[in-house]
């Protein structure tokens, strides 16, 4: 179903923040490298939109390599849910190098299907079937169904872009260096300012 379909392609990273000394910094940045859901279980910011839901993850725990503790290579984008119960798990997939896609399914019932030895451990560690996240995920799936049938408006309020987009561009937001300026101009914000945000995604 749309909405529940992991990436075809390993995560290609669309900016390169630098050089901020508190990670949270990277927050902005990160909400639109990962479109505003979580790399994981694909839950979006626009089904619970409180702030403390989704949590910035380092890949690497900073237990297992300090350094990277503000590295944004390192960084990704998680739910709560899943940042706690990865913790400082070391091993898992990474979406940059690894395609989500074809290692989970997300079945009809809510459930996650491992596809390969890289879906089993992403589905371990990050209890992606416990049975009170199976049961959510079930009962938004039959949610969105009804209301793609019935209420294509609300619908796409719910599969759209939040509204409180980050503006990456300076003077909003300037990093102390960054590998990829000119991503800024290709930020969610500005797609909506040149009326080019899609609908839906």
């Keep these: 179903m749309h909405g529940f379909e992991y990436p075809a392609l390993p995560h290609s990273r669309r900016h390169g923040p630098m050089g901020y000394k508190n990670y949270e910094s990277f927050r902005p940045w990160l909400r639109d490298e990962f479109l505003f859901r979580c790399v994981y279980c694909l839950h979006r910011e626009r089904w619970n939109p409180d702030d403390i839901a ?64 890289h879906g089993v451990k992403l589905c371990d560690s990050m209890a992606l079937n416990a049975e009170k996240r199976v049961d959510a995920r079930g009962r938004w799936m039959r949610t969105l169904r009804w209301l793609q049938a019935t209420d294509a408006e609300l619908y796409d309020e719910y599969m759209g872009f939040p509204s409180d987009l980050d503006d990456l561009r300076p003077p909003k937001l300037e990093p102390p260096s960054n590998t990829m300026p000119e991503s800024v101009d290709d930020c969610f914000f500005a797609q909506r300012e040149q009326g080019r945000l899609p609908r839906v995604y």
Excluded at 56 to 81: E, G, K, M, Q, W
Excluded at 84 to 103: L, S, W, Y
Aim: some cysteine; hydrophobic content about 35%.
């Design 54 to 117: 989704f949590n910035i993850d380092h890949f690497t725990p900073v237990s297992v390599d300090p350094a990277l503790t503000c590295v944004y290579d390192n960084l990704v984008y998680a739910c709560r849910r899943c940042n706690r119960a990865k913790t400082n798990i070391v091993g898992i997939p990474d979406p940059c190098q690894i395609t989500f896609g074809e290692c989970l399914k997300i079945t009809e019932t809510g459930a996650v299907a491992a596809q390969n030895e």
